[in-house]
């Protein structure tokens, strides 16, 4: 079983949609966790850490939930330069490693 | 923020020519740089971690002896392919711990290789 799990997608979906992505991770030990936004043949940005009581950013809303091992990243009122794959991560705090998933598409139509 | 530069963004060499991969660190000092590959459609994975000043910790899996890499300075981390095979062409990334470490990594705009 991979360390964390992400649906590849593509997820496709109209300007305006709401689109919900889900990531999993099996290490319970983890420590930290984020959200990274890569664009194609790109680095990886930092689109925004994930709180144990949940947070939001403009249009981006982050929530984790420890119990069950999952992370999420809701994108309200999407626009089309939210096309991109969306990256989960986990700081595991015993190693200091940040594990990537495979990361989740979205394209985002006119 | 912190802004790291990866040099060259592309690269074409022959099989059997080794290639070097420069980090940097523009305007901040980093003890600890992180290199990944990623493939086409896959995640990024860890090869290896450079810390200034002493051996870089590989993963399992990543040859130490194929993947060079030197830090020889809290600016700077070299990683060399040597020896390139086809199977070695991929997207080739770094990134840095800033001062304060956050769990935040700076990565740097990543090295296309093809080993033709």
């Known amino acids: 079983r991979k360390e964390v799990e992400q649906d590849p997608g593509p997820f496709n979906v109209p300007e305006g949609a709401t689109v919900a992505f889900n990531c999993t991770y099996s290490?319970?030990?983890?420590?930290?966790f984020f959200w990274y936004r890569q664009d194609c043949r790109k680095e990886p940005k930092l689109l925004m850490s994930v709180y144990s009581s949940g947070n939001e950013d403009g249009r981006f809303t982050a929530q984790l939930n420890r119990a069950s091992q999952y992370i999420s990243l809701l994108i309200r009122d999407s626009k089309l330069s939210d096309s991109a794959t969306y990256l989960c991560v986990v700081n595991m705090w015993n190693t200091g490693k940040l594990i990537f998933g495979q990361g989740t598409t979205l394209q985002v139509k006119p | 923020g912190a802004v790291v530069s990866q040099h060259p963004s592309w690269v074409i060499c022959k099989s059997g020519t080794s290639v070097k991969i420069e980090c940097r660190s523009l305007d901040f000092q980093a003890t600890t740089m992180f290199w990944y590959r990623q493939f086409p459609k896959q995640s990024l994975m860890l090869m290896a971690t450079s810390n200034e000043g002493s051996k870089a910790t590989y993963e399992q899996g990543v040859e130490k002896d194929k993947f060079l890499i030197n830090h020889a300075s809290l600016t700077l981390s070299t990683l060399t392919v040597t020896s390139a095979h086809p199977e070695d062409s991929s997207f080739y990334i770094c990134s840095a711990e800033g001062v304060g470490y956050t769990g935040e990594l700076f990565f740097g705009e990543g090295s296309r290789l093809t080993v033709l």
């Open positions: 290490n319970s030990a983890s420590q930290s």
